[in-house]
């Protein structure tokens, strides 16, 4: 087995018995990505020469701390390129911050770096993270490698798949309505959505401020949560985060679910799911009733609304955040005669057809007159998803559903229906909208051997729940196991 093929975990106890070194395992990762990143386009920036400085700077420190505790030291970390990294260009998959160096890093990578973490490079990124198939990127097409026809969901799709292709053992992700979960599922990995203020925004570049969070992807839920535990607390430079203790995650070896209640929304099994993706969701809530949880029928009523209250509160969101890009301060430049026309021209030169879209629904959404009829009706609506949770979970601990209707799609299957694509995030949005965490993990495989996805969402500041339920499953399952045929 090709050291690059190691989970965090197993690469974490080969460092520490001193059987491999953290150079070793780099140079693995490296030659992996270049000898599979052509077909794959994972990545948009690799980092050779700094992911091998940091290794050699990691091995050093192994030997002089003599410290076996840390779990991330030396191991290498993809980072989706909405998240700002000193030293390498963060282009949000956009043309319009084409070449652009930020002057700061994203107070998640400090952190992880801070811990030892290698970063190797940036993955690639629907623009502004605004799309679910990383279709969206100026800089070209993500595949999925379970099918490289196919997309691997978004917009964090290069990261899941870097870790899925087996280019790195974790990487980063954001989610703003499903993009670290989704691709999660689409790819078979695992990926973590925090509770909203868990994790530090500062450096995320933003694209919807209310909803924005910052995620990992890795293989296991033990490899996810080493790396969320690392980056969760509270960051001065984010007034959004919170001072709230983690609960400690269990990664031992148990499987004991007794008096754990977990809640199966009835309005996440409608018509027209992928009957492969509801039948290997309720075997998976089987195997979870098997370990003593204790499952019971919810109700999450206004969930039908999630997709109307999302595409107007994200886009209105958006439509502010990306008013900074004009010409100006960063990024390319289209000359013009006057001020207002450089904007015109950069603006609608160097954004992609889905963000101008955004851009112009956020825009009509805030305008005079329409604003408390669309925004301010929305938050309402939103109010009432957010209490749906709160009302659920005085009665049970964590609820599960599929992550999304359908397994992996065709590359241009949704190209020219948008709408078709904004209903692929239909079970991931309430997370957003309500602030909850949200895991995706592994639970099977459709007819055409594609990975089937289950979601859990829990209280605030509870991702803990999360993690020992689906570790509880990963102890008796291998679906996490599997890894597609490439190379």
């Known amino acids: 087995m090709s050291l690059a093929d190691l989970s965090l975990v197993e690469a974490y106890t080969l460092l520490r018995r001193g059987e491999i070194s953290s ?20 990545f948009l920036h690799i980092a050779p020469e700094l992911a091998l400085e940091q290794a050699d700077a990691a091995d050093r420190r192994r030997k002089s701390e003599q410290s076996s ?22 282009t949000c998959g956009s043309k319009i911050l084409q ?35 990383t279709e969206n990127s100026a800089y070209g097409v993500t595949h999925n490698p379970w099918d490289l026809t196919r997309v691997p969901g978004g917009s964090s799709g290069g990261s899941a798949s870097a870790v899925a292709g087996r280019l790195v053992p974790v990487a980063l992700g954001t ?5 670290v979960r989704q691709p999660a599922s689409f790819c078979g990995i695992t990926g973590v959505k925090p509770t909203y203020g868990r994790v530090s925004r500062f450096g995320l570049i933003a694209y919807g401020s209310s909803l924005d969070a910052c995620g990992v992807l890795g293989r296991s839920s033990e490899d996810v949560a080493a790396v969320f535990s690392a980056m969760a607390g509270k960051d001065p430079l984010d007034a959004t985060s919170q001072e709230i203790p983690l609960k400690p995650i269990p990664l031992g070896g148990s499987q004991d ?23 290997r969701i309720r075997e998976a809530i089987e195997v979870l009733r098997s370990l003593g949880a204790e499952i019971k029928q919810v109700s999450l009523p206004h969930t039908e609304y999630a997709v109307p209250v999302y595409y107007v509160i994200a886009p209105a969101e958006a439509s502010a955040n990306l008013a900074r890009y004009d010409g100006i301060r960063f990024g390319p430049r289209v000359e013009g005669d006057s001020m207002w026309d450089i904007f015109t021209r950069t603006r609608g030169g160097k954004f992609g057809s889905e963000v101008v879209r955004r851009i112009m629904l956020g825009t009509y959404a805030l305008s005079s007159g329409y604003y408390d009829a669309y925004y301010g009706q ?82 605030h500041f509870d991702e803990t729940c999360l993690f020992k339920i689906s570790h509880a499953y990963q102890q008796v399952t291998d679906w996490h196991k599997h890894a597609p045929a490439l190379g």
């Open 99 to 133: 070449d652009y160096h930020p002057p700061h890093t994203a107070t998640a990578v400090k952190r992880l770096q801070a811990a030892g973490m290698i970063i190797v490079g940036k993955t690639n990124t629907d623009e502004f993270a605004m799309g679910s198939s």
């Open 257 to 279: 679910l007794r008096g754990v209640r977990i809640g199966v929304p009835r309005e996440y099994f409608i018509e027209g799911i992928q009957p492969e993706v509801e039948a």
């Open 175 to 179: 989610d703003t309505g499903g993009s």
């Open 69 to 90: 505790e840390n779990p991330l030291l030396g191991i290498p970390l993809a980072v989706k390129d909405v998240l700002t990294v000193t030293g390498m260009p963060c």
């Open 378 to 459: 929305a938050q309402k609506v939103r109010g009432l998803i957010k209490h749906d949770f709160e009302q659920v979970f005085q009665d049970v601990d964590a609820v599960a559903c599929p992550v999304a209707p359908t397994t992996a799609f065709k590359i241009g299957s949704h190209g020219d229906d948008p709408l078709a694509m904004y209903l692929e995030d239909i079970f991931t949005l309430p997370a957003n909208l309500a602030g909850v965490p949200g895991l995706a993990f592994p639970v099977g495989f459709d007819g055409k051997g594609l990975p089937v996805g289950m979601q859990l969402m829990g209280r």
């Open 23 to 42: 150079r070793e395992l780099t140079q693995a990762v490296l030659d992996r990505i270049t000898a599979l990143d052509d077909e794959l386009h994972a």
